[in-house]
């Protein structure tokens, strides 16, 4: 285990009882270990699910949701609450695992979640789940990846031009997000790159996710091949569909990272079709919503919960 992953699995232990212990849900049914590709035994996801809504049968809305972990850890056990808060909000959750690095390099990742997506088609024969109405969302790597499979949905030429260079075969994206909800990610690899964060923290994550070998302090990253392919900021179209932002200015990861996707979102889709929440409390950093007890996490929720309803034009009554 290297100090990228040692620390980020520290993160999942630590934050563990916060994130997922702090707010307790009932009535939510949880159907486990979904399997959405022969990849691997990490590729399997939860389905969570209000179990009032689920008997009366009418369809709902999805939210696909990803895990963060600085794409070297993580699972979707320790996304519980936040898919149970979503669930409660009468959505029907898939709170997915994916192939993490370095048993795996970009863009092979995104292979996991093109196909988690597509997979909600046959969840759908399951579960009524209204797949015009699907939200991709993730926190961290989470964040990236959800911003990114957005891109892959509404631009095949991008994914194409990945196959091409990489020889990894990522599959066309059959099901287009109506909303994503993107927080707390990384967006531009550039300026995470020149984030100082301690113990060389960047550039072993780095060459974890991509397998190439940066220098210390990674002046040569634009000789890795795949360089102009990593940050999904640049990737946002005016065919993207609508946008939820969380972020916090003081952020220790992945700080200055939420407001340059905000405005290039804006730029592209409009003001009109983005929402977003942006802390200023110090105290709740990176990932804060996901903290529920928290005031700052129940405020940026209840922005989201505002907006989703309205961008996917569903008002449940609950």
């Known amino acids: 285990m290297n100090r990228s ?34 990849a691997s ?27 963060g972990g600085g794409f070297v850890m993580g699972d979707k056990k320790y996304r519980y609450g936040i898919s149970s ?17 370095p048993n795996i ?22 579960y009524p789940m209204d797949l015009s109405k699907v939200v991709v969302t993730g926190d961290s790597s989470g964040g990236y990846s959800a911003a990114y499979l957005t891109a892959l949905a509404f631009n095949d030429k991008l994914r194409q031009d990945i196959v091409d ?15 994503c909800v993107p927080c707390c990610g990384i967006y531009d690899i550039q300026t995470l790159v020149n984030t100082k ?10 060459k974890t996710y991509t397998g190439f070998n940066f220098s210390k302090n990674m002046d040569n990253i634009k000789d890795y091949p795949l360089y102009d ?40 889709i409009g003001k009109k079709n983005i929402g977003y929440y942006a802390s200023r409390n110090i105290e709740n950093n990176h990932c804060f919503h996901l903290n529920q007890a928290t005031k700052e996490s129940q405020k940026a ?18």
């Open 229 to 268: 392919y990593l940050s999904p900021l640049n990737f946002v179209t005016k065919d993207w569909c609508k946008v939820f932002m969380i972020w916090t200015w003081s952020d220790l990861i992945c700080i200055g990272q939420g407001r340059p996707m905000y405005d290039a979102v804006c730029r592209k």
């Open 197 to 206: 964060l301690p113990f060389r923290l960047v550039p072993v994550t780095a």
């Open 85 to 101: 808060w979503w669930a409660s909000k009468g959505y029907i959750v898939y709170n997915i695992s994916y192939r993490l690095s």
């Open 105 to 126: 390099y970009f863009p092979e990742n995104l292979v996991d979640m093109v196909d988690a997506l597509n997979y909600l088609k046959e969840l759908a024969n399951i």
């Open 41 to 67: 035994g990490e590729t399997r996801g939860d389905i969570y699910v209000r179990e009032d809504l689920y008997e009366k049968g009418e369809k709902l809305p999805v939210v696909l949701n990803i895990h």
């Open 165 to 179: 260079l990489s020889g990894i075969e990522i599959a066309p994206v059959e099901i287009k997000p109506a909303l």
């Open 5 to 38: 992953q040692f620390a980020f699995k520290l993160i999942d232990i630590f934050m563990n009882k916060p994130q997922n212990k702090a707010v307790e849900y009932t009535g939510i049914k949880i159907d486990k270990d979904l399997f959405y590709s022969k």
């Open 301 to 318: 929720l209840a922005a989201l919960e505002e907006f989703a309803y309205d961008a996917l034009d569903y008002h449940p009554d609950l």
